[in-house]
């Protein structure tokens, strides 16, 4: 089997099988510029650069996270493994009956994890297929997972840990003193979920179309290919991969905690001018659906009528539409 067939079907028309090593590319004057974002060592953690991290880019690279290289290079394999499988085995093995979900170019997954189909726009690049992993499902996989399974556990008890220290010194930062309920209901490990993400190689199209996320939180680990960009100011930024790091991105949910000291980043994946495929791993971190939310800027609202209105937006629209549906003053 060739590489390509592992891909949908709808995007080996854009992918070239037989493509030289390199390409030329000629310049590109809206391409995304270049930056050095924040980098935060965990080890040593620094409040004030933390605080501005948060406040001035949304996004930063953390280092020092404590995760075993052993580890994230069996979760590196095995997705890349996993992902590798031809397209209709993919399709059976997370089918209807499965707890993980498989999902592919408009096909699109709420933070539940059900399946969501865009509606059509202009102009969609959406190439890029993953796999819904929610944590709590995963002792109900099928056995031939088994070893994704054991190694997608052990690597969900590291980012866990990552995140309640994370979500703590963030809190300190906007000198917020939460209950260890509240802390929870941000938190809940039992809405916790992993993507794993495939991007082709090679094509003009981009991979995923620029949003926020719906998360408190948002840890992506992606690999020295790179293809995550940014906005700040006003313009797109290139994520340049820092090895041995992970890029944590602030979501729709902190920006309503922080009353909008600190916003979600606005992200996407370019387009695809490389030889090599990109695979991105992204933990999640949703709060409880019957977590409420206030804030002076927004009505009161829990997170699973923001997770319903985001799916009436995917599927109206074509993308969410997010907190602007829930402002005080719209």
Same mark, same amino acid.
């Given at each position: 089997? +060739?590489?390509?067939?592992?891909?949908?079907?709808? #995007? &080996?028309?854009?992918?070239?099988?037989?493509?030289?090593?390199?390409?030329? %590319?000629?310049?590109? !004057? @809206?391409?995304?510029?270049?930056? @050095? !974002?924040?980098? $935060?060592?965990?080890?040593?953690?620094?409040?004030?650069?933390?605080?501005?991290?948060?406040?001035?880019?949304g996004i930063f690279h953390l280092e020092n996270s404590g995760i075993p290289s052993t580890v994230m290079s069996q979760v590196k394999e095995i997705t890349e493994s996993l992902l590798s499988l031809p397209f209709e085995e993919k399709r059976k093995l997370f089918g209807v009956n499965s707890p993980l979900s498989y999902y592919w170019g408009t096909h699109t997954v709420s933070p539940s994890g059900n399946t969501m189909k865009r509606a059509p726009q202009e102009s969609s690049g959406h190439l890029f297929e993953g796999i819904n992993v929610p944590l709590a499902s995963l002792a109900h996989v099928d056995p031939k997972l088994e070893s994704f399974k054991v190694v997608l556990e052990e690597y969900?008890?590291?980012?866990? &840990? !990552?995140?309640?220290?994370?979500?703590?010194?963030?809190?300190?930062?906007?000198?917020?003193?939460? +209950? =260890?309920?509240?802390?929870?209901?941000?938190?809940?490990?039992?809405? *916790?979920?992993?993507?794993?993400?495939?991007?082709?190689?090679?094509?003009?199209?981009? /991979?995923?179309?620029?949003?926020?996320? +719906?998360?408190?939180?948002?840890? !992506?680990?992606?690999?020295?290919?790179? *293809?995550?960009? #940014?906005?700040?100011?006003?313009?797109?930024? @290139?994520? $340049?991969?820092?090895? =041995?790091?992970?890029?944590? *991105?602030?979501?729709?949910?902190?920006?309503?905690?922080?009353?909008?000291?600190?916003?979600?980043?606005?992200?996407?994946? /370019? &387009?695809?001018?490389?030889?090599?495929? &990109?695979?991105? $791993?992204?933990? #999640?971190?949703?709060?409880?659906? /019957?977590?409420?939310?206030?804030?002076?800027?927004?009505?009161? #609202?829990?997170? +699973?009528?923001?997770?319903?209105? %985001?799916?009436?937006?995917?599927?109206?629209?074509?993308?969410?539409?997010?907190?602007?549906?829930?402002?005080? @003053?719209?």
């Amino acid at each position: 089997m +060739s590489n390509t067939e592992s891909y949908p079907p709808e #995007f &080996r028309p854009l992918m070239s099988e037989h493509a030289e090593p390199e390409i030329t %590319v000629e310049p590109d !004057i @809206n391409r995304s510029k270049d930056i @050095n !974002i924040p980098v $935060i060592d965990m080890e040593r953690l620094d409040m004030e650069k933390l605080r501005e991290a948060c406040r001035d880019w949304g996004i930063f690279h953390l280092e020092n996270s404590g995760i075993p290289s052993t580890v994230m290079s069996q979760v590196k394999e095995i997705t890349e493994s996993l992902l590798s499988l031809p397209f209709e085995e993919k399709r059976k093995l997370f089918g209807v009956n499965s707890p993980l979900s498989y999902y592919w170019g408009t096909h699109t997954v709420s933070p539940s994890g059900n399946t969501m189909k865009r509606a059509p726009q202009e102009s969609s690049g959406h190439l890029f297929e993953g796999i819904n992993v929610p944590l709590a499902s995963l002792a109900h996989v099928d056995p031939k997972l088994e070893s994704f399974k054991v190694v997608l556990e052990e690597y969900g008890r590291h980012i866990t &840990r !990552i995140v309640v220290t994370l979500f703590e010194a963030i809190a300190e930062t906007l000198s917020l003193e939460l +209950s =260890n309920y509240k802390k929870m209901s941000y938190l809940s490990e039992s809405t *916790g979920v992993i993507r794993v993400q495939r991007y082709p190689r090679c094509t003009e199209s981009p /991979g995923l179309e620029a949003h926020t996320d +719906s998360s408190v939180i948002s840890i !992506i680990n992606q690999d020295e290919v790179g *293809g995550l960009e #940014f906005m700040k100011d006003g313009e797109w930024f @290139n994520v $340049i991969p820092l090895a =041995n790091s992970l890029v944590i *991105g602030l979501g729709d949910m902190m920006q309503v905690i922080s009353d909008e000291e600190y916003k979600s980043v606005l992200h996407k994946v /370019g &387009r695809r001018m490389k030889k090599k495929e &990109r695979y991105s $791993i992204i933990y #999640f971190v949703y709060p409880d659906k /019957g977590c409420m939310f206030k804030s002076s800027r927004y009505k009161p #609202f829990a997170f +699973s009528e923001f997770e319903a209105q %985001v799916k009436v937006d995917v599927e109206t629209h074509g993308s969410k539409i997010g907190l602007s549906n829930f402002l005080n @003053n719209p």
